[in-house]
């Protein structure tokens, strides 16, 4: 069967069965590495990518759910002309990478985080990245990175 979705701006199609999941799909299909298969039980948030706006566990998502909708991997964030995104350098910024297998899914969870809400405090960026396991960096320098980005001028992400 084939499923049309939008991909990082760019429509797409493709035929795969409509419960392969949307990891698979994007890892096989299209190349796109970012996303990770950590735990495969939407668990870990190592493969979270933004459909429609909201962070998914594409490991567990299957990619009929996908049909129609917009979906956005850390390969597609865009930043205005810069190489990386204000969480993305915030991160960098802060010690908030380590051995990089979660930090796509940290960075989609927190994008939605950002273009979504206007204030954030250190509870709501705890109670956003809920669904990310990091066993490296111990979450502060994470949490930190975020607060930053967030206060940083220019606006949502």
């Avoid at 990091?134 to 220019?154: E, F, L, M, P, V």
Wanted: negative net charge; glycine residues 12%; charged residues 15%.
């Amino acid at each position: 069967m084939s499923h049309s979705f939008t991909l990082n701006g760019q429509p797409v199609d493709v035929a795969v069965a409509g419960m392969t999941s949307l990891l698979s799909v994007l890892r096989d299909q299209f190349g796109l590495l970012g996303a990770k298969l950590g735990c495969g039980e939407g668990r870990c948030g190592a493969c979270t990518v933004l459909v429609d706006g909201e962070p998914v566990d594409s490991c567990i998502y299957p990619v009929a759910n996908a049909e129609g909708a917009a979906v956005r991997t850390v390969e597609g964030l865009e930043s205005h002309g810069e190489p990386l995104t204000r969480i993305q350098d915030a991160l960098l910024e802060h010690g908030g990478v380590q051995c990089g297998a979660c930090i796509p899914g940290v960075v989609m969870t927190l994008t939605a985080l950002l273009e979504t809400e206007s204030s954030i405090d250190d509870s709501t960026i705890r109670s956003s990245l809920s669904g990310n396991i990091c066993r490296c960096t111990g979450y502060q320098k994470i949490i930190d990175a975020a607060q930053a980005a967030a206060n940083a001028n220019g606006g949502p992400q």
